[in-house]
T-cell receptor, first 112, second 112 residues
Framework: GEDVEQSLFLSVREGDSSVINCTYTDSSSTYLYWYKQEPGAGLQLLTYIFSNMDMKQDQRLTVLLNKKDKHLSLRIADTQTGDSAIYFCAFDRGSTLGRLYFGRGTQLTVWP | KAGVTQTPRYLIKTRGQQVTLSCSPISGHRSVSWYQQTPGQGLQFLFEYFSETQRNKGNFPGRFSGRQFSNSRSEMNVSTLELGDSALYLC???????????FGPGTRLLVL
């Protein structure tokens, strides 16, 4: 959607770090999410961050939230070829129960 | 626990027909949301059900409808299919009202 912006493509070499960025306009979210989609599959929840946090680390994944700039990022350390997929950021909104707002997705390609 | 299941996984229909898709949420989950994913529009919210009540509806024509049963299973129906309805239809379930959405593998619908 138009409320969430993501760059469409990212290419990295295996073993490097990947950083996927997302900017948003609405600041009423409670949770902010990162989902992964592999070809022909549904969405896999990777991680999420509560809106009053600045950072969350989960194994190779680090989520950074800059509320002032309305910027969310996902860092994948030691990126592997199996990480090649489309990554979506998503947000809820306090006023709309049960609905997530998604970015257009970033296609991550990892080269061996 | 078994994940979200969707049936059928693949479907081919012709214009003017109608189709029913089914979603079984994770056991114990009470909320089911439906999304349409297309290359052109990305992920778009269709509707959300909680305890058999539709709480939220996206911006889709009345040809798209849904319902939820007492066991939390949900169905969506699309009548008078159009070519543009070709998409991956994803459903997601959550335990309650303000929690993380877990997605199924999707139903890929092709309208000829």
């Amino acid at each position: 959607g138009e409320d969430v912006e993501q760059s469409l493509f990212l290419s990295v070499r295996e073993g490097d770090s990947s950083v996927i960025n997302c900017t948003y306009t609405d600041s009423s979210s409670t949770y902010l999410y990162w989902y992964k989609q592999e070809p022909g599959a549904g969405l896999q929840l990777l991680t999420y961050i509560f809106s009053n946090m600045d950072m969350k680390q989960d194994q190779r994944l680090t989520v950074l939230l800059n509320k002032k700039d309305k910027h969310l990022s996902l860092r994948i350390a030691d990126t592997q070829t199996g990480d090649s997929a489309i990554y979506f950021c998503a947000f809820d909104r306090g006023s709309t129960l049960g609905r997530l707002y998604f970015g257009r997705g970033t296609q991550l390609t990892v080269w061996p | 626990k078994a994940g979200v299941t969707q049936t059928p996984r693949y479907l081919i229909k012709t214009r003017g027909q109608q189709v029913t898709l089914s979603c079984s949420p994770i056991s114990g989950h009470r909320s089911v949301s439906w999304y349409q994913q297309t290359p052109g529009q990305g992920l778009q919210f269709l509707f959300e059900y909680f305890s058999e009540t539709q709480r939220n509806k996206g911006n889709f024509p009345g040809r798209f409808s849904g319902r939820q049963f007492s066991n939390s299973r949900s169905e969506m129906n699309v009548s008078t299919l159009e070519l543009g309805d070709s998409a991956l239809y994803l459903c997601a379930s959550t335990p309650g009202e303000w929690e993380t959405q877990y997605f199924g593998p999707g139903t890929r619908l092709l309208v000829l």
